[in-house]
Each structure stands twice: as C-alpha cells, then as structure tokens.
C-alpha cells in the first residue's frame, strides 16, 4: 500500500490517522485513572502475599489468630479515623479525637466501675461525652473564631491534663463482664468489633453519600465564602461535624473498654496522627482528591498490614512512627495535588 493509499484505507475502517494516534493515549488515561483509584489497594494486596510467604512471617501473619487481632485491633482506630474525617471534609481540622476517645474510655469505665451503672449506661455516657465535646470543639471554632488547629490543639491538651487528674495516671478495670465478652467475641468468625466498624462504615457512606448534608459540607470545604453566597448554613453544619466527630470518637471509645477490658488513661491519645495519617492516605485512592469510606479503609488497613507484618519480622518500635509520619505527608501532598487536579479540570 503506498502513502497516498493510507489516508483511503483508514478512512474505509472507520480510523483516520487522529483516532489511531488517540486510543494508545485513551488507554494510557484508563490506566493511570485506575491506578489513581485503587493502586493502594493493589499494594495492600502484594504486601499480604508478601509477608504471607515471606519466612518470617508465612507461620504467623496469614493466620487466622494474627488476621482477627489485627481487624479487631484497627476498628477503634479506624471509627476514630471516620469521625475526624467529617469536619476534614468542611475544612477543618480536629486535633482532639485521640484525647476525646481517652476521656470517653475513662468516663465509661469509671461509670461502670465506680459508679455502678450498667453497659448500656456506659456505653451512651460515651457517647454523650463524645457529643459534648465536639460541641465543645464546634463553638470554639465557629462562634469564638479560634482556627480549628488551634482549638482542637488546645482541647486535646486539656484534656489529657482533666484525664491524666482524675486517673493519677492508674487504669480503670474491672468493667462488666458482659462488655469484655462483646469486645473479645465474634459473631460468624468475624471480631465482634470489626463488625461494628463494619456498621459505622456503612452508616458513614450512606451519610455522605446520600443525604444533601454531605455535598453542603464538601461546598464548604471548597469555599467557605461561596458556600454562604449560596445559603448553605455553614456555621451550623461546621458545628455538626464536630459533634459527629466527637459522637464517632465515643463509640470508639466504649469499643476500646469493650476490648481491653478498662480503661488506660493514655489508650486514646496515640490514635489522632494513625487517624489523620489513614484520612488523608485514603483520598488518594477511589475518589482521588476527596475523602471518602472505602478509601479511608483501604489506608487504614494497608498501614496496619505493613506495621503488623514488619514487627512480625522483628523491625523495632519505631518503624511504625516512620510509617504512620510517612503516611500522612504522602497522603496531605497527594491529597493537595489530586484535589488541586480536578478544581483545574473543572475550571476548564
């Protein structure tokens, strides 16, 4: 076939030489946008199969001993994660959730211990515990004008000092047996307490996914000014998300007494950096540029595969601090560029 045959021939096919030049490049898009998506989720998988087979690991990470502590062990954290990540998506940051999940544990215990209320008492103490401090959090950011890092900062340090006075330092134990039974149970050879986080997750999508409360929240997130231009009543559902975030951080917290069977007065106060690290992580897989569920998820537990199955192989402490630090620098700069990425697409 000669040159000037070519443009004839493709034009019979259907192709012109633009259209062949373009699939390779369409493909190409798929591709990445998949990666995009659900590569993350592509590297957890590698990782299980690596320590799988790894010798160092193949006797005791695959097992189903190791596999229920690990679900068990990352639900409180990973409701936590689900609470901070509301008022994320409205553009603000709650640096409390950590030290309102240790106060909500102790209040709880003690309630159950001390005072001799029941598990369901405990447990909507908690709760309620939880609720009232976000409240907390809400007024002091929306009504008294304290930025959120700070405000939350500053209640997280308060109270650690209210818990660290109450407690002088001692775990509170001795909680019903009833509660300990739920948190160490399972239920179809899943823990008890993934099933849990497996309700919350599911209430959490459906919330902001479904109701309009979510596309207000992200409005606000994205302009604050533009949101109120369209009369979106922002300080209102700014301060919700701070109680939702505190409501999450109770049920947390009655989980965590479920399972250790007390209350250690520092339990919660290492949970906000894992937290925030799995958040933002988890925007840059499935809806890349915004926080979702799943992809919180898929953060969470590929960081607690990679941490688990590295103490496994007898890496020490603080290995887990480089990941959970790493993690969420990677995720806040990724997160920044994707999110960046597709206000620019919109633009055009």
């Known amino acids: ?36 998506q659900y590569g993350l989720a592509f590297l957890l998988v590698i990782i299980v199969a690596y320590f799988a087979v790894d010798p160092a690991t193949r006797d005791t990470f695959p097992s189903s001993a190791n596999i229920s502590v690990l679900l068990a062990s990352q639900s409180v954290l990973a409701i936590v994660a689900l609470g901070a990540m509301i008022p994320l998506i409205a553009g603000e940051f709650d640096l409390s959730t950590g030290a309102i999940t240790a106060l909500c544990a102790v209040v709880s215990a003690a309630a159950m211990t001390e005072h001799g209320a029941g598990v369901v008492v405990g447990v909507m103490l908690a709760v309620a515990v939880g609720g009232t401090m976000g409240l907390l959090n809400g007024v002091v950011v929306c009504y008294l004008r304290v930025t959120s890092i700070i405000a939350t900062l500053g209640t997280s340090t308060l109270i650690g000092g209210i818990v660290s006075q109450y407690t002088a330092g001692a775990s509170i134990v001795g909680i019903p047996a009833k509660m300990t039974e739920f948190g160490s149970g399972e239920l179809g050879g899943l823990p008890n307490a993934f099933l849990v986080l497996v309700g919350v997750s599911l209430i959490t999508a459906y919330v902001l996914h479904w109701i309009p409360m979510s596309r207000y929240l992200s409005a606000i997130g994205a302009s604050r000014q533009t949101a109120i231009l369209l009369g979106i009543p922002v300080v209102r559902l700014t301060v919700v998300s701070y109680v939702l975030s505190g409501v999450f951080a109770g049920v947390a917290a009655a989980l965590l007494v479920a399972r250790t069977g007390g209350a250690n007065p520092t339990s919660g106060l290492e949970l906000t950096l894992p937290a925030l690290a799995a958040v933002f992580l988890g925007a840059t897989v499935v809806a890349p540029g915004r926080f979702n569920v799943l992809g919180l998820l898929i953060a969470l537990f590929f960081l607690a595969a990679l941490s688990n199955g590295l103490t496994l192989m007898g890496a020490p402490d603080y290995v887990q601090a480089y990941v959970n630090g790493g993690a969420l620098i990677v995720g806040v700069a990724f997160s920044a560029l994707l999110a960046g990425r597709r206000r620019g697409s919109h633009a055009t």
Do not use: D, F, H, W
């Open 1 to 36: 076939m000669t040159l000037q045959e070519q443009p004839r021939a493709a034009g019979r096919t259907g192709q012109t030489p633009t259209t062949v030049a373009a699939a390779p490049s369409r493909r190409r898009r798929r591709v990445t946008a998949l990666l995009e």
